[in-house]
């Protein structure tokens, strides 16, 4: 396996390696993104795909009486977020999970917002994530897609080429599978290649 697989699934010393690099790496997109997201004071959110944990913090700080849950396949990642948001989770107010975002534990209708940061590309069956996405969100809870690769270039290519089960969607088609899924008011924000989009339920 190339080190760069382990973008999709971190695994064993290089997935450590990487999960420590999208934190530092993935941080002005996710900030970038997080800027098109309202969130209430006490509001429930989720992290699909979360990585290194980074973002589930900087989601903690935008809802300080809160709660932020994370939910990733890799048991590296989990491992990881658990770290960085130790305090948070000894607070019970942050719980990161091993699991699909296919099929989630998670009750109907639980969060106000759920994030998904440089993941979508990694799903394995989008429609079904999105429905679930879509399950687990109240009504007029809001999705956020943020994404560094928007489809638009060539050198996005490259990275599908590098990384196995990568898929880079353009807008358009991440806007149909939302809409399919039952979301509304999908709105696109572009910036240097970034795409970051927004989806009410």
């Known amino acids: 396996m190339s080190f760069f697989e382990n973008t999709r699934k971190p695994v ?3 997935g450590k390696i990487m999960v420590a690099m999208m934190n530092l790496g ?4 996710a900030r970038w993104g997080l800027r098109f997201l309202k969130l209430a004071p006490d509001a429930r959110v989720l992290n699909c795909g979360c990585g290194g944990g980074a973002n589930i913090k900087r989601l903690l700080k935008k809802c300080p009486r809160g709660i932020v849950k994370g939910i990733d396949y890799s048991p ?3 491992e990881k977020s658990k770290k960085v948001n130790q305090a948070a989770i000894a607070e019970s107010r942050c719980a990161v999970l091993q699991g699909s975002v296919a099929d989630m534990v998670f009750a109907n209708d639980w969060f106000d917002a ?3 940061f440089e993941t979508v590309y990694f799903w394995p069956d989008l429609p079904q994530c999105f429905r679930e996405v879509y ?3 109240k009504p007029g809870g809001t999705f956020l897609i943020c994404n560094e690769a928007n489809g638009d270039t060539d050198k996005d290519e490259r990275w599908t080429k590098l990384i196995g089960g990568m898929t880079i969607y353009k807008d358009i ?7 399919q899924a039952g ?3 999908v709105q696109t924000h572009k910036k240097k290649g970034w795409l970051c989009i927004t989806a009410r339920k």
């Open 114 to 116: 759920v994030t998904a």
């Open 12 to 14: 064993g010393f290089g």
């Open 76 to 78: 590296v990642s989990v």
């Open 135 to 137: 399950r687990v969100l």
């Open 26 to 29: 993935h941080s002005p997109v």
């Open 183 to 185: 979301f509304h008011e």
């Open 173 to 179: 088609e991440l806007k149909a599978y939302l809409e």
